[in-house]
């Protein structure tokens, strides 16, 4: 039978709470979490709307969060993606254009996002601007832009960008970075010493999405967030002027409650 002295006993004892006491310092009220967003008197009313449709609606709220230096990159959002059987999978990317057209970004042709998209071009799209308190959320269909819009982009990107998206295979399994860093090397010593133009990769290219539906999000302090959602008419029916209002370019808009 082993013995334990009392001093040792006692630093077991103190060792226990100690690390209790450091467990509970380190515990996260999440319930508790919340900041204070807009005053009552800054709220987003429909007579704010820049546009009618939501692109130009688009165009002044991401011209504003560009112009906030706290906004390190304004065109990051979060693209959500589903397979045929409804499994949703979600991931940021960068919007590189948007019009009236729709959003577009870039991506490797076998990534998942890809496949998920290539057999239910149903997606979703959010931008999040925590310093404006505001939300932008898009919902539509995607399509594959042109391989000559694809390529155009690929060498407006750095060298170094193009090799890294000519070097990986997407969400495919990999031994070890060690295997990356391989493949890079070759393809500097390739197109960086002399450097010379890097063909774009024919499994790297870009996608659109053609929105239905298009929210504007604008966080209040006492919760009474404002919502104003864009969308394409559904067959027959016909703007009221109170619930569901006109707008432009075959659009209507609507207030939801929060």
């Given at each position: 039978?082993?013995?334990?002295?009392?001093?040792?006993?006692?630093?077991?004892?103190?060792?226990?709470?100690?690390?209790?006491?450091?467990?509970?310092?380190?515990?996260?009220?999440?319930?508790?979490?919340?900041?204070?967003?807009?005053?009552?008197?800054?709220?987003?009313?429909?007579?704010?709307?820049?546009?009618?449709?939501?692109?130009?609606?688009?165009?002044?709220?991401?011209?504003?969060?560009?112009?906030?230096?706290?906004?390190?990159?304004p065109n990051a959002m979060c693209l959500a993606t589903?397979?045929?059987?409804?499994?949703?999978?979600?991931?940021?990317?960068?919007?590189?254009?948007?019009?009236?057209?729709?959003?577009?970004?870039?991506?490797?042709?076998?990534?998942?996002?890809?496949?998920?998209?290539?057999?239910?071009?149903?997606?979703?799209?959010?931008?999040?601007?925590?310093?404006?308190?505001?939300?932008?959320?898009?919902?539509?269909?995607?399509?594959?832009?042109?391989?000559?819009?694809?390529?155009?982009?690929?060498?407006?990107?750095?060298?170094?960008?193009?090799?890294?998206?000519?070097?990986?295979?997407?969400?495919?399994?990999?031994?070890?970075?060690?295997?990356?860093?391989?493949?890079?090397?070759?393809?500097?010593?390739?197109?960086?010493?002399?450097?010379?133009?890097?063909?774009?990769?024919?499994?790297?290219?870009?996608?659109?999405?053609?929105?239905?539906?298009?929210?504007?999000?604008?966080?209040?302090?006492?919760?009474?967030?404002?919502?104003?959602?864009?969308?394409?008419?559904?067959?027959?029916?016909?703007?009221?002027?109170?619930?569901?209002?006109?707008?432009?370019?075959?659009?209507?808009?609507?207030?939801?409650?929060?």
């Open positions: 039978m082993r013995i334990i002295s009392v001093a040792r006993l006692s630093s077991i004892v103190f060792n226990s709470t100690k690390s209790e006491l450091i467990l509970r310092t380190m515990s996260i009220d999440i319930g508790g979490m919340r900041i204070k967003y807009k005053d009552k008197n800054e709220t987003f009313l429909e007579k704010h709307l820049v546009s009618k449709e939501p692109f130009g609606q688009f165009d002044a709220w991401f011209k504003e969060a560009c112009g906030k230096k706290e906004i390190l990159e589903a397979t045929k059987d409804g499994y949703p999978s979600a991931r940021f990317v960068l919007c590189k254009g948007y019009g009236k057209e729709g959003f577009k970004f870039f991506t490797n042709y076998g990534s998942r996002k890809a496949q998920e998209m290539a057999e239910n071009p149903n997606v979703a799209a959010t931008f999040y601007w925590e310093v404006l308190n505001r939300s932008i959320r898009i919902e539509g269909c995607v399509e594959k832009l042109s391989e000559e819009e694809s390529t155009k982009y690929f060498h407006t990107r750095p060298v170094p960008s193009q090799i890294a998206a000519a070097t990986s295979y997407q969400s495919t399994p990999i031994e070890s970075r060690d295997i990356l860093c391989e493949r890079e090397s070759v393809l500097e010593k390739e197109y960086l010493i002399p450097e010379k133009e890097v063909p774009k990769p024919k499994f790297w290219g870009g996608y659109i999405i053609r929105p239905k539906s298009v929210e504007f999000w604008q966080g209040q302090r006492d919760r009474l967030h404002d919502r104003i959602k864009f969308r394409k008419p559904k067959e027959g029916e016909v703007p009221d002027g109170k619930l569901l209002h006109q707008g432009g370019d075959g659009w209507v808009y609507e207030r939801l409650s929060p």
